[in-house]
């Protein structure tokens, strides 16, 4: 059974950086396109960046771009996210998430995250 046990947040000032980790189990990591989602307090999730299985392409959503960078390492199965220039609007409980099936199943599939599959997230949380 997939599991995904996030780390690295915490508290800091605007304009700072973090680096956030996933470290994955249960799953054939390299096979599975990943996500990185966040809930802000009172809010809906927000997706924030998405890796392909072999680490080559990325996406981001438009408030965190060129801000935030995700990036895997498929031999110690750990998905990261670096973050920087960080705003108070920032401040969330970030989520990594797998997708719903393996890269090569070439479906839409291959690319929804998957939210049963996430951890407990990590809390990043950003003052002024």
């Known amino acids: 059974q997939a599991r995904l046990v996030e780390s690295g947040g915490g508290s800091v000032q605007a304009g700072g950086s973090l680096r956030l980790s996933c470290a994955a189990s249960?799953?054939?990591?390299?096979?599975?396109?990943m996500h990185w989602v966040r809930q802000a307090p009172g809010k809906g999730r927000e997706w924030v960046s998405r890796?392909?299985?072999?680490?080559?392409?990325?996406s981001y959503a438009d408030p965190v771009k060129g801000r935030f960078t995700i990036s895997r390492d498929n031999a110690k199965n750990t998905l990261y996210l670096q973050l920087n220039s960080l705003k108070t609007e920032d401040t969330a409980m970030y989520y990594c998430?797998?997708?719903?099936?393996?890269?090569?199943?070439?479906?839409?599939?291959?690319?929804?995250?998957?939210?049963?599959?996430w951890g407990q997230g990590t809390q990043v949380t950003v003052s002024s």
């Open positions: 249960g799953f054939t990591f390299s096979n599975y396109n």
């Open positions: 998430a797998k997708a719903k099936a393996p890269f090569y199943a070439y479906s839409s599939d291959a690319w929804s995250y998957d939210e049963a599959s």
């Open positions: 890796i392909n299985s072999g680490g080559t392409s990325t």
